[in-house]
């Protein structure tokens, strides 16, 4: 199958997710920052402060492919230990902001899938704050297309994904006579690929096991 990228696609995804996630933080209390998220170790202010950091690196021209290891994730975690909530999520909006022409732009797709890291990250924070619509929303629709081509891109397993409301299934991964079958939510096979807790989620895998489905997390 031939995948054509839509350079326009991480901007789109980034801009519905500002619009709707930014309000909802500016919202809430200070100890809600300090909630746990589902990343081991971070709270709801580790996954801002690292969301914002990934973004501004990229508007600012200082990311390289293979980058945000751990050690650089804790790194710019630790350098915004003085920024109070509001000012993380004030540079946040930044970089949800900005980093669209960016990513458009860059001669590669792995900046694409910085535009789906944080579309993710912006739901394990809804989960966090007890938000309905973790891994949904406006913005599925996009990630859903950066998924299927980014696993495309990286020839990862093979899977055709039967998806809830959806009329045409979703292909994901190298071309394969003989995918792996899903069939469930598209919000618990976000949850699949990402390593996120399916706890209460209800769905059927054939040809695969749920580890081979992790692309990311």
């Known amino acids: 199958m031939t995948d054509i990228r839509d350079p ?11 619009d709707a996630l930014i309000p909802l933080l500016r919202a809430r209390p200070d100890d809600d920052f300090a909630l746990r998220t589902a990343c081991p170790g971070w709270t709801v202010r580790h996954v801002l402060a690292h969301c914002s950091a990934a973004l501004i690196r990229v508007v600012e021209g200082r990311v390289e492919a293979g980058g945000f290891t751990p050690e650089e994730n804790d790194r710019d ?11 993380i999520v004030d540079e946040l909006e930044r970089g949800m902001t900005e980093a ?9 797709r792995w900046y694409d899938g910085i535009a789906l890291g944080e ?14 619509g973790a891994y949904e929303g406006e913005g599925l629709a996009p990630a859903l297309a950066l998924l299927a081509g980014l696993t495309r891109v990286r020839k990862a397993q093979p899977l055709l994904a039967r998806l809830d409301g959806h009329d045409a299934p979703l292909v994901l991964g190298a071309d394969s006579p003989e995918p792996a079958v899903y069939t469930g ?27 081979d489905l992790l692309f990311f997390g």
């Open 185 to 211: 939510s598209a919000a618990t096979l976000i949850r699949l690929v990402a390593g996120r807790p399916l706890t209460g989620t209800r769905y059927e895998l054939s040809g695969a096991r749920e580890a």
């Open 8 to 18: 326009e696609l991480p901007g789109l995804l980034l801009r519905t997710e500002r």
């Open 77 to 87: 975690i630790a350098e915004r230990a003085d920024l109070s909530h509001q000012q």
């Open 119 to 132: 579309w993710v990250h912006a739901g394990d924070v809804r989960e966090a704050l007890g938000v309905p």
């Open 100 to 108: 669209g022409p960016v990513i458009a732009a860059a001669a590669h």
